[in-house]
């Protein structure tokens, strides 16, 4: 980083981005200890065991949101649409949306679902709760009106979309700076024409018909990043590994019941290390996935099924599928685990329901922009069905996986598949 005081601003060197450009309340909001935890937390939960590059946190993630979204308002405000308070405040939106994640990032937002909580609900009581509102507060933003837009309840649905969803600055970000960290290609997209092509219809995000390709190229990217990076079979391996003994040592640490006071400890190696060293008398065998993880020795996928649907299959019952492997291998039970997970081939809506539709503006002959309005130009609500290639990948991807230990690996692999050979 390198500092100008006279001018209240910080130049961050990034590897995606060049430089990114923080000012005076960004600055004392990343600067704070709630923020700088981030900084522990892997963007990728356990994929660094698959590609060892892949070491990236939250908090540059964090900066590259805050940095795109920047350009998607002075995008807009140049169009008339939003003028410079209104960036400052999608800035410091965008800069803590990933504010409330836990350690090992989405994984555990798997764990955080038992407890029917998520990391937009911490990150709502960090911000209003804790000294990161009272910064927001001193340098005159609202932080009702932060959290709003950082977490899509926002009357301004255009912001909203900003931040999440199919044309969101967090998807152009982790596309791009974890195909940079992991090698993988496919993530490495051209976001700039999609942003370029930006506009506001009856307060909602729309890009204009000719970035359409640059718009299904993203979609495909992010696809093909699922099925190669976040769902790859054994960077799922280690995350379920994780997840079972996070499942197995809740109670005793009660990781879905802490409070405010407890996350600054809740990040990756922490957590770790409290399963890896527990003495606990029943938490022998969350110690031993903990320490198999640390140690690179992961499970072993003996099923994979990938299934795309126009919608989300109804949840297998693991347990009870468990044990009957179990009965047909003669394997314990404790020793089979069973993956199941969907996942919308297109990003959710900042509402969280499935993207149906993308706004299109084209224009039209007379009639000139003013106030924010979209004279001049004709809206679209096109459905996801009328692009092809996108309508194509549209749905879900439904996974099952079956997993064991070495030991175990080809009996559980017979009795699998004959016990699955039913599922198309």
Partial sequence: MTATPARKYLDIIDPIHGYIRVFGPEIAVIDHPLFQRLRRIRQLSGAHLTYPS???????????????????????????????????????????????????????????HLSHSSHEQFGRRLILESEIGDILSRHGFGKKEVVDVA?????????????????????????????????????????????????VHKRELAIERSALYSFESMMHARYQMFKAVYFHRT???????LLEALRISDAEFGFTTFD??????????????????????????ARSLAVDYRNRRLLKCVFERIITSRRKLQGIKTDRLRSAISDASGVPESAIFVDSS???SIPLAPSKSES???LVVSPRSGGRRRGGSSRGKEAERMPISDIPSVHAISGFMNILRVYTTSRYRNKVEIATRSTLDDIS
Wanted: proline letters at 4%; charged letters at 20%; aromatic letters at 6%.
């Fill in 151 to 199: 977490f899509g309840t926002s009357g301004h649905q255009y912001m909203n979309q900003i931040i999440s969803g199919a044309l969101s600055a967090d998807m152009m970000d982790y596309l791009r700076r974890d195909s940079y960290f992991t090698g993988a290609q496919m993530g490495r997209t051209e976001h700039q024409r999609i942003l370029q092509s930006f506009d």
């Fill in 54 to 112: 892949a070491q990236h946190t939250r908090f540059e993630h964090s900066l590259g949101v805050m940095h795109i979204a920047s350009q998607a308002g002075h995008m807009l405000m140049d169009k008339g649409i939003m003028d410079p308070d209104r960036i400052a405040l999608l800035r410091l939106a965008a800069l803590l949306h990933d504010i409330g994640h836990g350690p090992f990032s989405h994984l555990f937002e798997e764990i955080l």
């Fill in 235 to 241: 960077v799922r391996a280690a995350e379920v590994m």
């Fill in 260 to 285: 405010l006071d407890d996350i600054p400890n809740l990040t990756d190696e922490p957590v770790l290390s409290m399963m890896a060293t527990t003495d606990v008398p029943g938490l022998a065998r």
């Fill in 356 to 358: 149906s539709h993308i």
């Fill in 342 to 344: 969907a996942t919308p």
